[in-house]
T-cell receptor, first 115, second 115 residues
Framework: DAGVIQSPRHEVTEMGQEVTLRCKPI?????LFWYRQTMMRGLELLIY????????DSGMPEDRFSAKMPNASFSTLKIQPSEPRDSAVYFC?????????????FGNGTRLTVT | AQKITQTQPGMFVQEKEAVTLDCTYD???????LFWYKQPSSGEMIFLIY??????QNATEGRYSLNFQKARKSANLVISASQLGDSAMYFC????????????FGKGTMLLVSP
């Protein structure tokens, strides 16, 4: 089975530009998560979905960030306009259930650099 | 609220020796799960092992075992017979088994295995 697929792997953009990160979760996983990883703050949960519905977006830093999940096999995280402080690795993860021994399965991440 | 503390920023171990990575946690939930992830230099997040709060025995997965001490709220990862490929960042994480709870990560411990 294919794991969580993220694209692009690397993104370099200039401040003010729109950035769209993409994620395809593992088939059958009803939960999808977007995390951000930085040296200073570690791994932070931005938002997560259950059955394509956003459940908790309290981790989204600003209105510049938005996430959608139009169907069970695709999600996007958009930053508009991007700023240098958005530079980080963005991970998408999916899981079968919200609790118990069901781990999160992570994609390989998108390394975003905003200049 | 949940909190994970990993007090060791870095650890060194010689090949073939065992190493323990520390993790303490804080939660008011009676039922929860503890997870360990490995992040090699290539960046992906790899699930290693899971321990449930009501599990009677410590979890084991190959060379990985979890030293779970519930009263002390600690869930240390033990890697036996270290290999060069074990050099990576290791993250402890926990999730309550209530409602829509999400995975909270510690800051991580960098493990370096020397020949």
């Amino acid at each position: 089975d294919a794991g969580v697929i993220q694209s692009p792997r690397h993104e370099v953009t200039e401040m003010g530009q729109e950035v769209t990160l993409r994620c395809k979760p593992i088939s059958g996983h009803d939960y999808l998560f977007w995390y951000r990883q930085t040296m200073m703050r570690g791994l932070e949960l931005l938002i997560y979905f259950n059955n394509n519905v956003p459940i908790d977006d309290s981790g989204m830093p600003e209105d510049r960030f938005s996430a959608k999940m139009p169907n069970a096999s695709f999600s996007t995280l958009k930053i508009q306009p991007s700023e240098p402080r958005d530079s980080a690795v963005y991970f998408c993860a999916s899981s079968l259930s919200p609790g118990g021994n069901s781990p999160l399965h992570f994609g390989n991440g998108t390394r975003l650099t905003v200049t | 609220a949940q909190k994970i503390t990993q007090t060791q920023p870095g650890m060194f171990v010689q090949e073939k020796e065992a190493v323990t990575l520390d993790c303490t946690y804080d939660t008011s939930d009676p039922s929860y799960g503890l997870f360990w992830y490995k992040q090699p230099s290539s960046g992906e997040m790899i699930f290693l092992i899971y321990q449930g709060s009501y599990d009677q025995q410590n979890a084991t997965e190959g060379r990985y075992s979890l030293n779970f001490q519930k009263a002390r709220k600690s869930a240390n990862l033990v890697i036996s017979a270290s290999q060069l490929g074990d050099s990576a960042m290791y993250f402890c994480a926990m999730r309550a088994n209530s409602g829509y709870s999400t995975l909270t990560f510690g800051k991580g411990t960098m493990l370096l295995v020397s020949p």
